[in-house]
Nanobody
Framework: QLVESGGGVVQPGGSLRLSCSAS????????VSWFRQAPGKEREGVSCISPGSKTTDYADAVKGRFTISRDNAKRTAHLYMTNLKVEDTGVYYC????????????????WGRGTQVTVSS
C-alpha cells in the first residue's frame, strides 16, 4: 500500500513537501515516481528516483523547483516543491516502478490514491 500526504492549498511562490509511505513492499528494490493530474488533463510524470537514490529525473516543467528524495529504512519518499505555480495544481500520486527510474505512467506497477495540491492566490 502506498499513501501520499502533505498536499494542501498554497499561494503561488509557496512550498509544499509531499510524502509517500509504503507498506507491504521491499521498497529498496523499486524506483519511486511521482505523477500528477490536473483537471481535464492527462496524468504526467513529475519526478522519479532509483532504488539507491543514484539516479533522479524531473519533468522539464519542475526542474530546479522540485526535489525528490527517499529513505528506504523508513519506507518513505518525499517530493519537496518550491516556487509553486498555479499550473502545478493537481492530484499528486506516488508509484513504484519495477526497474529504472521512469516518468512513464505505464511503467508504474503500484499506485497510491493521491494527494491534492492547489496553488492559488
Amino acid at each position: 500500500q502506498l499513501v501520499e500526504s502533505g498536499g494542501g492549498v498554497v499561494q503561488p511562490g509557496g512550498s509544499l513537501r509531499l510524502s509517500c509511505s509504503a507498506s507491504g513492499f521491499t521498497v529498496e528494490y523499486w524506483s519511486v515516481s511521482w505523477f500528477r493530474q490536473a483537471p481535464g488533463k492527462e496524468r504526467e510524470g513529475v519526478s522519479c528516483i532509483s532504488p539507491g537514490s543514484k539516479t533522479t529525473d524531473y519533468a522539464d516543467a519542475v526542474k530546479g523547483r522540485f526535489t525528490i528524495s527517499r529513505d528506504n529504512a523508513k519506507r518513505t519518499a518525499h517530493l519537496y516543491m518550491t516556487n509553486l505555480k498555479v499550473e502545478d495544481t493537481g492530484v499528486y500520486y506516488c508509484a513504484l516502478v519495477d526497474g529504472l527510474c521512469s516518468l512513464d505512467q505505464y511503467q508504474a506497477d503500484h499506485w497510491g490514491r493521491g494527494t491534492q495540491v492547489t496553488v492559488s492566490s
